[in-house]
Structures are given as structure tokens and as C-alpha cells.
């Protein structure tokens, strides 16, 4: 019952309320029911599309990376003879473990006009002079997209690496003594083994880059223009930046939530056993 009650006062009731507010219109606290204008108007709004449009280009590209370069790491550190195992995990999992806004200022200075990384590109002759990365539409989307990959490996290993090692070792050996190859092991056992771990992570992956927000906000602040702002950067924009519309906001929130469950039904559904 106390479970309950706290559900329904934090997440349950705000949830009806947003979805209340997000068939009204007006600014501040003076609003009136206008039906399903909101989502149609989001559907109109130039910037808001554009956001969608960055999140998918994020998702589509960074999470897939993630994810494998998570499952290779994982693979590897799980070698029993692997020395100094404790010390690389720790390595990989340390990004995951640093402030939000600390870490984007971080990438911020790295690829800035002045910055470490035009400084080794000038240095290796790739480079005739500093290049702008924030400064344009598809570099500073790449340079999001390497900031998350770096961020959110680490977190996504730990869960691959802990299923890895649930795996009884007598499979493997029995594995190797009819002949499979590494190659063969990894892709007949390992991977069938994982696909709940895999299905898990994908579904919070994508649960997170269609929220994004600190990257885009601390890290391009949704530049050039609006060439790398995300979906909740912009409804933070619309609702306390300037004149707040909270009956708007509240549409393109339960927009997002839409595209979540669609994109993890979807997942659900294409993970599913055939047999």
C-alpha cells in the first residue's frame, strides 16, 4: 500500500494531470480546452520536427555502436586469463560515473576552435587549420554521438558482463571439444544466450536518447541554430524560456512517450522466440 500511494501521488496523478494540461491552450496558468490542437500544432512546428529528426539520427547510429562496442568489451574482459581485469572494468565504467553537465563541458572544450583535438589534427598534417565542429549541423551531431558512445559503454558492459558470467563454462568447453571456432561460440552461444541482456539494454537505450537532453543542452545548446537540439531540449525551451506554454509542452512530452512505446513494442516483437 505505501508502494502504491507513492506511485499514484508521483507518477501516476502527474502523469493524468500532463495529459489534461496538453489538451488546453494559453500561456501561464490561463488555459482552455482546445481538443487535440497541441499535438497537431506539433506536428506543424519546424523546430519540433527537426528535434524528432536529430534524436532518430542519434538513435540510429550511437545506440547500435554502443551496444557492440559494449558486448565486444564485455567478451573480452570476461576471459578468465586476462590479467589486470579489475583495473580495465573500472576503466570503461568510470565515464558512466561522472557529472552530466561536467562531462559535456569536457567535450566542449575538447573539439572547440582551440581545443585538443584541432590541436593533434593540425599537428598530423589532417588539418591545414582549426576546423568549427560545434559550428556545423552534421559535426556537432557526431560530436553528441561520441559523447554518448563514450558515456554509456561502460554502463551497458556491466550488464552484458554479468550475464556472460551466469553462463556455465561447461558449454563452452563442450563447445570446443566438438570443434567450434571462437568465431562459432560467440555467434551460436553467446549470443543466443544474451539476446534477453541485448533486448534489455536496447529498450533503455533507446528510452534515453529519444529523452536526451544534457548533451544537446551543455554541449552545442542545440547549435548551429537548431541543427542538433533534441526533443526535450526544446520542450525545456518552450516551457521556461520566454512566455511558458505548458498546454504545448505537455503534447510534445506525450509525443515522446508514444515513440518510446512504439520503438519498445517494436523491439519486444522483434526479439520474440519464433518457435
Same mark, same amino acid.
Given at each position: 500500500m505505501?508502494?502504491?500511494?507513492?506511485?499514484?501521488?508521483f507518477?501516476?496523478?502527474?502523469m493524468?494531470s500532463?495529459?489534461?494540461t496538453?489538451?488546453?491552450t494559453?500561456t501561464?496558468t490561463?488555459?482552455?480546452?482546445?481538443?487535440?490542437?497541441?499535438y497537431i500544432?506539433?506536428?506543424q512546428?519546424?523546430v519540433?520536427v527537426?528535434?524528432?529528426?536529430?534524436c532518430l539520427?542519434?538513435?540510429?547510429?550511437?545506440v547500435p555502436?554502443m551496444?557492440?562496442l559494449?558486448?565486444?568489451?564485455?567478451?573480452?574482459?570476461?576471459?578468465?586469463?586476462?590479467?589486470?581485469k579489475?583495473?580495465?572494468r573500472?576503466c570503461i565504467?568510470?565515464?558512466?560515473?561522472?557529472?552530466?553537465?561536467?562531462?559535456?563541458?569536457?567535450f566542449r %572544450?575538447?573539439f572547440?576552435n582551440?581545443?585538443? #583535438?584541432?590541436?593533434? =589534427?593540425? *599537428?598530423?598534417? $589532417? /588539418?591545414d587549420?582549426?576546423?568549427?565542429?560545434?559550428?556545423?549541423?552534421t559535426?556537432a551531431?557526431?560530436v553528441i554521438i561520441?559523447?554518448?558512445?563514450?558515456?554509456?559503454?561502460?554502463?551497458?558492459?556491466?550488464?552484458y558482463?554479468a550475464?556472460?558470467?551466469?553462463?556455465?563454462?561447461s558449454?563452452y568447453?563442450a563447445?570446443?571439444v566438438?570443434?567450434? %571456432?571462437?568465431?562459432?561460440?560467440?555467434?551460436? #552461444?553467446?549470443?543466443? =544466450?544474451? *539476446?534477453?541482456? $541485448? /533486448?534489455?539494454?536496447a529498450i533503455?537505450?533507446t528510452n534515453?536518447t529519444l529523452?536526451?537532453f544534457?548533451e544537446?543542452?551543455?554541449l552545442t545548446n542545440?547549435?548551429?541554430g537548431?541543427?542538433s537540439?533534441?526533443m526535450?531540449?526544446y520542450?525545456?525551451?518552450?516551457?521556461f524560456?520566454?512566455?511558458?506554454?505548458?498546454?504545448?509542452?505537455s503534447?510534445? %512530452?506525450?509525443?515522446?512517450l508514444?515513440?518510446?512505446?512504439?520503438?519498445?513494442?517494436?523491439q519486444?516483437k522483434?526479439?520474440?522466440d519464433?518457435?
Amino acid at each position: 500500500m505505501p508502494a502504491m500511494i507513492l506511485i499514484t501521488c508521483f507518477s501516476l496523478y502527474p502523469m493524468i494531470s500532463a495529459f489534461i494540461t496538453s489538451l488546453q491552450t494559453g500561456t501561464g496558468t490561463q488555459l482552455t480546452f482546445s481538443g487535440l490542437s497541441n499535438y497537431i500544432r506539433a506536428f506543424q512546428d519546424d523546430v519540433f520536427v527537426q528535434s524528432i529528426k536529430n534524436c532518430l539520427f542519434y538513435l540510429i547510429i550511437q545506440v547500435p555502436v554502443m551496444l557492440v562496442l559494449a558486448l565486444v568489451f564485455a567478451s573480452a574482459l570476461n576471459n578468465p586469463h586476462l590479467r589486470f581485469k579489475g583495473f580495465f572494468r573500472t576503466c570503461i565504467f568510470l565515464p558512466c560515473a561522472t557529472s552530466l553537465v561536467a562531462y559535456a563541458i569536457v567535450f566542449r %572544450s575538447l573539439f572547440a576552435n582551440d581545443g585538443f #583535438i584541432n590541436t593533434m =589534427l593540425i *599537428k598530423m598534417g $589532417i /588539418l591545414d587549420e582549426a576546423f568549427n565542429f560545434l559550428a556545423n549541423p552534421t559535426s556537432a551531431k557526431i560530436v553528441i554521438i561520441i559523447a554518448l558512445v563514450w558515456r554509456w559503454t561502460g554502463y551497458n558492459m556491466i550488464f552484458y558482463l554479468a550475464a556472460l558470467q551466469n553462463i556455465d563454462s561447461s558449454v563452452y568447453e563442450a563447445a570446443k571439444v566438438d570443434g567450434a %571456432s571462437p568465431v562459432q561460440t560467440f555467434l551460436k #552461444i553467446t549470443l543466443p =544466450l544474451l *539476446k534477453p541482456t $541485448i /533486448l534489455m539494454t536496447a529498450i533503455m537505450s533507446t528510452n534515453g536518447t529519444l529523452q536526451l537532453f544534457d548533451e544537446s543542452m551543455n554541449l552545442t545548446n542545440g547549435g548551429p541554430g537548431n541543427a542538433s537540439i533534441t526533443m526535450s531540449h526544446y520542450i525545456y525551451n518552450t516551457a521556461f524560456k520566454g512566455v511558458p506554454n505548458f498546454g504545448y509542452t505537455s503534447a510534445m %512530452s506525450f509525443i515522446i512517450l508514444l515513440m518510446v512505446a512504439v520503438l519498445a513494442f517494436i523491439q519486444l516483437k522483434v526479439g520474440e522466440d519464433n518457435e
